[in-house]
């Protein structure tokens, strides 16, 4: 149990596209997702909170005009890295879990490479 | 400021020994303390941890934590190769159930 699959895996892509990167669960409804950024060999850095059905809370320096986040149902959240630029290049990874006091399970994470 | 963190940053052992890692934090309303394994692609979970002194184990690992000292140390014995990877603490708070990650311990396990 507890399968969360992130899509893409990888992205390459020129300067100014915008990214959507897809979060769901698979096996659990997750009333609260999670993305985090993760640049080499650093740790993870949560970036927003996704909540189902409510806007999302996003962590102090994080532009919520450059990353929306949907959380449109209780399996599928979604990251839109806006008018992408190479700073932008990282590793994003959701997770999810499935309640409070629970641990949080993640995606495969999608490696974002800007031209 | 919510704080954890782990020691040492990296660590070289050979096959069959064994490595014990150590995660602290100084963090408000604290509930859980979990570790996960990342090698090429996400973290895995490995273990939660929510009361001090009860150690969990699963095959060649186990961890404790202990709360009046805020740290918890997680084992490794008889390592393999396929233990190398990089394992992350993370404390979970009350509130928000947010994650806080610990900058990791880099484990290179050589045959």
């Known amino acids: 149990g507890a399968v969360v699959s992130q899509h893409p895996s990888r992205v390459i892509c020129k300067s100014g596209t915008s990214v959507k990167i897809e979060c769901r669960s698979l096996d659990f409804q997750a009333t609260t997702m999670f993305w985090y950024r993760q640049f080499p060999k650093q740790s993870l850095m949560l970036m927003a909170t996704?909540?189902?059905?409510?806007?999302?809370?996003?962590e102090q320096g994080v532009e919520k005009d450059k990353f929306l986040i949907n959380h449109a149902s209780l399996t599928l959240s979604t990251l839109t890295v806006t008018s992408a630029h190479p700073e932008d290049s990282s590793f994003y990874i959701c997770s999810a879990s499935m309640g409070l006091n629970q641990p949080q399970h993640f995606g495969d994470g999608t490696r974002l490479s800007i031209l | 400021e919510d704080k954890v963190v782990q020691s040492p940053l990296s660590l070289v052992v050979h096959e069959g020994d064994t490595v014990t890692l150590n995660c602290s934090y100084e963090?408000?309303?604290?509930?859980?303390l979990l570790w996960y394994k990342q090698e090429k692609k996400a973290p895995t979970f490995l273990f939660m941890l929510t009361s001090s002194g009860i150690e969990k184990k699963s095959g060649r690992l186990s961890s404790i934590l202990d709360k009046k000292e805020l740290f918890s140390i997680l084992n490794i014995t008889a390592t393999q190769t396929g233990d190398s990877a990089v394992y992350l603490c993370?404390?979970?708070?009350?509130?928000?159930?947010?994650?806080?990650f610990g900058g990791g311990t880099r484990v290179l396990v050589k045959p």
């Open positions: 963090v408000t309303n604290f509930r859980s």
């Open positions: 993370a404390v979970l708070r009350a509130a928000g159930n947010k994650l806080t």
């Open positions: 996704s909540n189902e059905g409510s806007k999302a809370t996003y």
